[in-house]
């Protein structure tokens, strides 16, 4: 691996806060074994609908999740609930290597399913639902209202962020979008009008629209559980009291138009197509432990500053002051030398007088410069630019970058967490992380009539979590399971 792993990103992705980040950057993946592909040059405005093809900076950004079974599962679905749509075209449909819980549709035609969602359904009646859903965004037109919107979260909606305060304040601060995919948001109309057709969809396709309901409730108990897997399903689509019991409606009347026939759930199909599924954050790509970020896979680790949120992206990894007042981005930087690759970050980050400085840090040849970045945009005029440290390390072939972003006025009180973090990064050579392997969804059947406590204490699943597992399993620890249902389990 000789080619920079984490490459530059553009000064459009940086500045931009509203402009679709697939027309103005070039993220391309930091982990080698996922190619990175060339964007198009799209421009902002409305793109005809060509969704067939995922959008290349959506699988730069989350990586495509590799499993014919369950690819070629949501495109069967999804061609036949074209087929019988308000508006057939040529649309497309993606799983992707996220195990944040979303799924989620862009203007151009194309459906998004994370592999985090994948693991939350237990038949696909809930899985033909949200599809419908995503879908009927798509047939509906929401999306084209919405096109100036930025269509995937990433550097340039948070940094957009430090450089506007008042857009910070307006989502509670910028840890909000660190930890989600930062969709298209909808205004309940359409997310009410996409529900019904989900429901409409579904059962036009032979699914019991009741189960896409429950799903709803499964998103709750995960939002109100802790833990690395935000459903983002949630924020993204305002959730109400009465949108379960208005789909659980439209889905009796939509059962009634088809003559009361026979709706299929289809749970042990759906199960046995998730065995094997990859199960919360894949830790070869990199995973946080104890305040320490560790890449196995690129081989280097360093600390997070204390308290701050996190968010591993394929081509960077954002950290968070808990109220958005800093952000420290650690990414890969383009250039044959540190020199070319400072040179080529301060264009790319907008910092107009850069002093770079040569230095070692913890013993690796480095770069460091400090200045003012420079608001490009005519919207931020009433906002402060943010005041950016660059701390550039080489390790072997492979430079990287810790961006550090702050308001002037505050940047003295963060300088030294930037600093702390770099001066931390080491060669990873503990055998425990550099071995770490992720977890998986496997099926199990139960073997005599038990609870589902009963029954994951018998698959070797620790206590502590038997709540996360029931509500992976869309049940409470206390319901019967009769022999031979099927359950899902996670481990190694
Ligand atoms: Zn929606």
Redesign the pocket.
Known sequence: MNTPLFRSLRAGALLSLLLPLASTSSVTDWAARRPATPLSKATPTARPLQGAKPDPAVIAQFGLYNDSKLQNLITAKGKAMTAVSDRPGDYGFTVVDSPIINA??TPDGHVYFTRGIMAYFNDEAQFSGVLG??L??ITAR?GQKQQTRSTIAGIGMILGSVLAPRVMQSVGGVAQQVVGLGMLK?GRD??NE??GLGVKYSTKIGYDASHMADFFQTLSRTEAQSGSSIPT?LS??PNSADRYTRVKGLAAQARQSVGNRTLAVNRDQYLRSIEGLTFGEDPRQGFVESGVFYHPDLKFRFPIPSGWKSQNDPDKFQMAEPNGKALLVFLGASGSSLEAAGQSLAKSIGVASANASKTTINGFPALVFEGDQQASDQSSSSSTPAHVLAQLIQDGNSIYAFVGLAAPASFSTYAPQFQQAAQGYARLTDASKLSRQPEHIHIRTATGTQTLASALASAGIPSKRYEEMAILNGMKTTDKLPKGMLYKVVGR
């Open positions: 989620f549709a859903h995503e009927g965004h929401h909808y359409d997310e996409a529900d399903f993204t689509h």
